[in-house]
């Protein structure tokens, strides 16, 4: 198991900012690839960015490409979502993935989830 943990949503207005954290306690979050996803009330799990093992590739959906970051700190067994320009479709409970052999965009091959953290974006 890896006990992953989210923090940073809450509720912003459009145009805002948000930080999300995801940390992990007990594991070396350096052995996996890490991705964010999230879901909207309705819909289904919907990718959002990953990011390799040492931080070198990253990869992004197309809806939040130029406004979204991913990043880690190994040192510190943490990623980071930082999201900007934030819309009200945005707006969803975002989980963080963790897998040690997988690196992409499919939710389903991620091992690992942390509880998600929920993110309001008002109009």
């Known amino acids: 198991q890896v006990p992953l943990v989210e923090s940073g949503g809450g509720l912003v207005q459009a145009g805002g900012s948000l930080r999300l954290s995801c940390a992990a306690s007990?594991?070396?979050?350096?052995?996996?690839?890490m991705g964010w996803v999230r879901q909207a009330p309705g819909k289904e799990r919907e990718f959002v960015a990953a990011?390799?093992?040492?931080?070198?590739?990253?990869s992004y959906a197309d809806s939040v490409k130029g406004r979204f970051t991913i990043s880690r700190d190994n040192a510190k067994n943490t990623v980071y979502l930082q999201m900007n320009s934030l819309k009200p479709e945005d707006t969803a409970v975002y989980y963080c993935?963790?897998?040690?052999?997988?690196?992409?965009?499919?939710?389903?091959?991620?091992?690992?989830w942390g509880q998600g953290t929920q993110v309001t974006v008002s109009s």
């Open positions: 993935g963790a897998d040690p052999v997988y690196y992409g965009s499919s939710p389903n091959e991620y091992d690992y």
């Open positions: 990011i390799s093992w040492s931080g070198a590739r990253t």
């Open positions: 007990g594991r070396t979050l350096s052995s996996y690839a």
